[in-house]
């Protein structure tokens, strides 16, 4: 499963609390040229609850836990060589944009293995109250059982604190843009975009004509 370091997939992460508003960004970069979204919730959502890997996520996911990380990373890469086998991602000219995963140091440290991070875009919301109240509108629209109890929600954004906040430290300060996730999505939307076009990578990237 190992890659050369030059092969590895050019990767944006967006990253926040539950609630943030990842996915929102995330559909929106994901519709322009070049950019490919990929939601680990989403891919996880789509198993089969019938099976045994579905029964999993399902049992994780409604205590407001994560999914393991062996199972995790082992299901997202399969989905990524998925897309890639079908042409729909082109690892060659497109940029990953990943929202979801990782979710904690272990998943960093696994993903680096297959794909370079060159910016982190932490959607960065103090007020939890404010996210406690997104989730709860989600649950209604989505049916998302994950967000359906107030004690899960907390469960939620106190996993997120513990495991994936960490994150930041292992990409370094350099690395991460914070944006104000209480910001009209147009306005988190073009503060991500704008700091992506003037990224000298980014620019070595679209000139090199790949
Ligand atoms: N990378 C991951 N590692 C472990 N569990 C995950 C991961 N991604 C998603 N999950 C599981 O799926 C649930 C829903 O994820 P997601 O749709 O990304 O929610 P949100 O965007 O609200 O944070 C998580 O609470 C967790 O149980």
Request: glycine share 6%; charged share 25%; net charge neutral.
């Amino acid at each position: 499963m190992s890659v050369s370091s030059h092969d590895r997939w050019p990767a944006f992460l967006i990253l926040g609390a539950p609630g943030s508003g990842k996915g929102t960004q995330g559909k929106i970069l994901g519709s322009i040229p070049r950019f490919f979204h990929c939601a680990c919730g989403d891919i996880f959502r789509s198993l089969d609850t019938r099976t045994e890997l579905g029964q999993q996520f399902v049992s994780y996911s409604s205590r407001g836990e994560l999914v393991p990380d062996e199972l995790t990373v082992r299901l997202w890469k399969t989905q990524v060589d998925h897309w890639a086998e079908s042409h729909l991602y082109k690892p060659d000219i497109d940029f990953l944009v990943l929202d979801g995963i990782p979710r904690n140091v272990e998943q960093a440290r696994m993903i680096d293995e297959f794909l370079q991070v060159h910016q982190v875009f932490h959607l960065s919301c103090p007020d939890r109250s404010e996210l406690a109240r997104r989730m709860r509108k989600r649950a209604l629209k989505e049916n998302r059982l994950d967000d359906a109890s107030e004690s899960i929600i907390q469960n939620r954004i106190a996993t997120y604190e513990a495991e994936t906040k960490p994150i930041l430290d292992h990409y370094g300060t350099a690395r991460i843009t914070e944006i104000d996730a209480t910001r009209q999505p147009v306005e988190v939307v073009a503060a991500i975009i704008s700091k992506i076009v003037q990224l000298p990578f980014y620019q070595s990237h679209i000139r090199s004509g790949i």
